[in-house]
C-alpha cells in the first residue's frame, strides 16, 4: 500500500512537471525583429535563455524609447521584453507589454500566446483562456503550446 502511494505520488510529481515545463515554455515565444540595432539586439538576447535579464531588457527598453522601427518591429520588441519579463515572473508588466504589442497589431498570434501564459501564471484562467483562443484562431506560431495551456 505504501510502494503503491509513493507511486502515485512519483506520477503526480512527473506531470505537475511536465506542465510547469510546457507552460515555461510558451514564455520563449519570442517575435523576430527585422534589422540591425536595439529591436534586433533585443530579439537575440530574447531568444538566448542565458542572457542577464536586466541587460536585456535595458535593451529592449532602449529599442522602444530611442529606436525608429515598423509597428510590426515595435510589437515584436514588446513581445520579447514581456517575454523576458515573463521569464522573472513580472507577470503584470509582462502583461502590460503584451497589451502594448496588441494595440499596435491586433493580429499578433505569439502576443495573445504569451499573453495567456502570462494569466495562468498569475491563476486567471477565464483571461488566459481568452488569450489562448485567440492565438488559436490567429495561427499563433505555436499552435500545440496554445492548444496545450488551454
Not at 507511486?7 to 507552460?23: E, G, Q
Not at 530611442?66 to 509582462?94: D, F, H
Not at 497589431?105 to 486567471?124: C, F, S, T, V, W
Request: net charge positive.
Amino acid at each position: 500500500m505504501v510502494k503503491k502511494k509513493r507511486f502515485d505520488m512519483k506520477i503526480k510529481l512527473v506531470i505537475v512537471a511536465a506542465v510547469t515545463a510546457l507552460i515555461a515554455e510558451t514564455a520563449s515565444t519570442q517575435v523576430f525583429v527585422i534589422g540591425k540595432g536595439l529591436g534586433g539586439e533585443c530579439f537575440q538576447k530574447t531568444e538566448n535563455r542565458f542572457s542577464n535579464f536586466r541587460v536585456a531588457e535595458q535593451v529592449c527598453t532602449r529599442a522602444l524609447r530611442e529606436q525608429t522601427m515598423t509597428r510590426q518591429n515595435r510589437a515584436a520588441t514588446y513581445v520579447n521584453r514581456g517575454v523576458l519579463r515573463m521569464r522573472e515572473g513580472l507577470y503584470e508588466q509582462a502583461l502590460a507589454d503584451y497589451s502594448e504589442a496588441l494595440s499596435l497589431r491586433p493580429e499578433m498570434g505569439a502576443a495573445y500566446l504569451n499573453q495567456g501564459a502570462a494569466h495562468i501564471y498569475l491563476k486567471d484562467f477565464d483571461s488566459a483562456l481568452v488569450a489562448l483562443n485567440r492565438a488559436i484562431d490567429l495561427d499563433s506560431p505555436d499552435l500545440f503550446a496554445a492548444h496545450y495551456n488551454r
